[in-house]
């Protein structure tokens, strides 16, 4: 990307059409974002600007922290923007709060993390789907709500894709002219989502763009102003444009600040997306009214992080037994305002030669939080918003840097990893992997998720797959493992992909075409699924799928799993991809339809599910309850099968967390009958979450669900972009929980800095809780 640098260009005699200058004192209707994302084709976007006749500002993507980063303007557009990061999630969430209204167009958001994404399409009340395979017309649907799509040029064939709407008060104001009419755009009273990469010379013409622009300013009642002879920037101006990844330039924005900060895994920025505040790092500044439920939820979150901080207090003194009791003692206090300690002050030891008692310093940090949250609810009371917020951050932030993550917390509980492909490959040795399991073993680690068919691969040398991973030939890693475990009192259970059986991404791994349906299907096509537009890769997870409904391919996987079980000394199975993929039926985005299941549910019913649609409701739930069945009864067999053998075997699956009706219209993913029925014994919910308040609200229904029979349930918690004491505290709110234990995904993502302060708090002597007494 082209550098432009404002002091230098001035004197240089460069034919720019426009200067960019900083903006001063006045209000600009509009701010466009400008990021890596679309600076490919920035003159296009500029040019359709031009002919919209508006007078813009730029936003600098790279640049934003905060709402003020955004300027005075009062609509922005975020063209094409496809990666946020956390820390401009919050900027623009705070933005909108304050009463800002956005247009954004295309992917949006697709490249960003999955909290991310889920924010996001809260936020906007929409989200892309996926894309059209070929030019679509692209129709208006005028209503009394939607009167700004009746004028001219906005009718036209152009390339776009299905957007959806995800709030009550979305609404569809243009579709695709195609089967089931899907949303091409979506409004809300904030937002208004275009389905296609607007500003892209080979999507849309310069005049159906425009059209849509002056229309989307018509439905915010402005009016374009001619503008000035130069275009500025709505915040502050960049040093820079670069090719250098948004996230790079943050991490080293956050290493150069003169506070400690909490290691976070990725070097990612430390931001917290899922609550209603910027980062703690970030001066307040233009912060808008709290609202009452967001007061509410503000005291909530942070009343129980002080009754984790006080119960991990606890655990800590059953845990040491020598370790007095907490005693009281009085705060340090100015009035009746919180004085802020630092974390030098109230600093806990960092090693095993540091350990302290449990001491008044911590009771005094508790203390000091208790005040601070009645600091924020007098000051919410008194409408001080902003003096509001800093109470609340100052007081979370001493309870973070004050964590007591210098002694024994842990208690009788499973505490799983997942060992991934990426780590097991990277080994190359038995040597190699034995120094993976010692850092387990330390870190306390007594149940290992091994990854051991990835993408229809095995990382063993199989009688049954066609292929062992290429990357592993030579030696077989599931057998050192299982060897190297069960000498550190560590359970190995071998995870398998069950009906997902090629990975794009993973092709790339192996020189493959992107294409490759992978070693299984490649010799087996007609056992594969498809989508209701014939594609054989889901556009969104890049992987193919095998039909759960064709005897062939039920009687290879069980076969596949009756060899691991069988020629192996694992403790347990773990059923992953053990669904179909991701659908929204709503826009007529299916999938399930290999031969198998076609002929048999025309058998059925009489009626090719290819020409079954959502809007046939008694034959759509039909054709849903058909697919269920193949799960469900799959699931049940290999677990007789299995256990006639093996009843000793501990058989789990990774699941989805998400609402059951919706799951099982989406992914027909059934785990609450396999529990019911004791077809498995463990749950591991994919209850991923990047604040431990995500995750209580994921974890906690599901830990009182009084329909899983005997079945253990064990969260999962993802390490990935996680700030280690966030991620302490996750495992000690699963601890308050009635869990089993957790399950952290995964190795690649466990730092040395994280596995140091497990190896402090839950570094073990041997102890199991989940015995292994040995197959029958």
Known sequence: MKQIILSSLIGMSLNLSLLLSTVSAKTVTLGVVKSPDNAEYWSGITTRLRATGI????????????????????????????????????????????????????????????????????????????????????????????????GTGLVSTIEGGVVIPANLNSTTAAVWNQQENPPAVVTTDQSIFLGWRWGVDEVASVEVDTAWLKAALNYYNLTPQLPDSSISYCGKPPSSFSNTPIESDRASEFNNNSQPQPTINNQQPITNPDVPILPAQTTPQDWAKLTPTEVSAMNRELENLIGRFESTLLAANATNSDIPLLTSTTAKRTGDQLTTMGSGEWGVGSGEGDKQPITNNQQQILTQARIGLQNFLNAAAQQDYTLARQHWVQARRILWDNYPIDRKLSQPEIRAIWLDRGTIVKAKSEQDLAKIFDQLATAGFNTVFFETVNASYPIYPSKIAPEQNPLVRGWDPLKAAIKLAHERGIELHAWVWIFAAANQRHNALLNQPLDYPGPVLAAHPDWAIFDNQGRLFDPTSKKAFLDPANPQVRNYLTALLEEIANNYEVDGIQLDY???????????????????????????????????????????????????????????????????????????????????????????????????????????????????????????????????NSALILPGIRLLNLPDIIAIDQIQLLRDLPASGYALFAMENLNPNLQDILNRTQGRGGEREMGREGDG
């Not at 956005?102 to 894309?131: C, D, E, H, K, M």
């Not at 709503?586 to 198998?596: A, E, F, P, R």
């Open 55 to 150: 007078d813009y500002c730029i936003v600098d993507w790279s640049q934003v922290q905060q709402a003020s980063d955004f300027g005075t303007t009062r609509l922005l557009f975020l063209p094409n923007i496809e990666r946020l990061e956390p820390i401009q999630l919050a900027a623009l969430q705070d933005w909108m709060r304050q009463g800002g209204e956005v247009i954004v167009s295309g992917a949006a958001g697709t490249l960003s993390q999955p909290a991310i994404r889920n924010r996001l399409r809260s936020l906007l009340g929409a989200y892309w789907g996926f894309a059209l395979t070929e030019p679509t017309t692209l129709e208006t649907t005028p209503t009394n709500s939607q009167t700004w799509v009746q």
């Open 578 to 708: 053990i669904r179909y993929p991701f659908q929204e039926p709503k826009v007529n985005q299916t999938y399930g339809y290999g031969i198998s299941a076609r002929q048999q549910f025309k058998e059925l019913t009489g009626i090719d599910p290819i020409d079954v649609y959502p809007k046939d409701i008694e034959l759509w739930q039909k054709w849903t309850d058909f697919r269920i069945r193949q799960i469900d009864s799959f699931v049940a067999s290999v677990s007789a099968r299995l256990k006639a053998k093996h009843p000793n075997l501990i058989l789990s699956t990774a699941v989805f967390a998400i609402p059951r009706s919706d799951r099982l219209q989406r992914l027909q993913q059934n785990w609450e009958n396999w529990a019911s029925e004791g077809y498995i014994d463990l749950l591991v919910p994919m209850t991923y979450a990047l604040d431990t308040e995500g995750l209580q609200n994921l974890a906690q229904p599901l830990l009182t669900e009084s329909t899983l």
